[in-house]
T-cell receptor, first 114, second 113 residues
Framework: QQQVKQSPQSLIVQKGGISIINCAYE??????FPWYQQFPGKGPALLIAIRPDVSEKKEGRFTISFNKSAKQFSLHIMDSQPGDSATYFCAASMFSGGYNKLIFGAGTRLAVHP | SQTIHQWPATLVQPVGSPLSLECTVEGTSNPNLYWYRQAAGRGLQLLFYSVGIGQISSEVPQNLSASRPQDRQFILSSKKLLLSDSGFYLC????????????FGPGTRLTVL
């Protein structure tokens, strides 16, 4: 019940296209949903995050869409660029056992071809 | 602004040798601190978390231990490394009582041979 399922595992998009990564969760106690971007050999960096009382959040070319009833959320990267090629992780957070627990999806490796 | 450091950046150790990885955070007080391990091409697995000096909780029983000797210092240790301990170790911090966002360090690549 604390899992976060992420798909697809890998994604190839042409430059200028839209990249879409999906995540689903079961536990309704999750109340914060961040997306992280990770380049090879580096630590994950926060990209954008959303709370369940908001259905969409946009920051530049990155948009999170959130469907509370379906327990799903997705990341859309508009006008994808080769520099966006990285691994993307969705995550879900809840307060449990005295601390904020962050559960990660398995990751999506995105390749943007020029 | 806040900064998180990890060292060493890479480490190659023989099986059975000890381990000590260090993480320090600057620019904040009493942060929540976390150790994660990332296997190649996989997601992040939480190993330990700490809400204060000397307060360590483990998520997964294993060959590793953690300590927090100072407010902004978090150490991951092992007395005897196993081959299965190889991976990318990430330290993260979160503002105590603040938002739920965790910020990650640059990581340590550990190879056990």
């Amino acid at each position: 019940q604390q899992q976060v399922k992420q798909s697809p595992q890998s994604l190839i998009v042409q430059k200028g296209g839209i990249s879409i990564i999906n995540c689903a969760y079961e536990n309704t106690a999750f109340d914060y949903f961040p997306w992280y971007q990770q380049f090879p050999g580096k630590g994950p960096a926060l990209l954008i995050a959303i709370r369940p009382d908001v259905s969409e959040k946009k920051e530049g070319r990155f948009t999170i869409s959130f469907n509370k009833s379906a327990k799903q959320f997705s990341l859309h990267i508009m006008d994808s660029q080769p520099g966006d090629s990285a691994t993307y992780f969705c995550a879900a957070s809840m307060f449990s056992g005295g601390y904020n627990k962050l559960i990660f999806g398995a990751g999506t490796r995105l390749a943007v071809h020029p | 602004s806040q900064t998180i450091h990890q060292w060493p950046a890479t480490l190659v150790q023989p099986v059975g040798s000890p381990l000590s990885l260090e993480c320090t955070v600057e620019g904040t007080s009493n942060p929540n601190l976390y150790w994660y391990r990332q296997a190649a091409g996989r997601g992040l697995q939480l190993l330990f978390y700490s809400v204060g000096i000397g307060q360590i909780s483990s998520e997964v029983p294993q060959n590793l231990s953690a300590s927090r000797p100072q407010d902004r210092q978090f150490i991951l240790s092992s007395k005897k490394l196993l081959l299965s301990d190889s991976g990318f170790y990430l330290c993260a911090w979160k503002e105590a009582g603040g938002t739920d966002t965790q910020y990650f360090g640059p990581g340590t690549r550990l190879t056990v041979l």
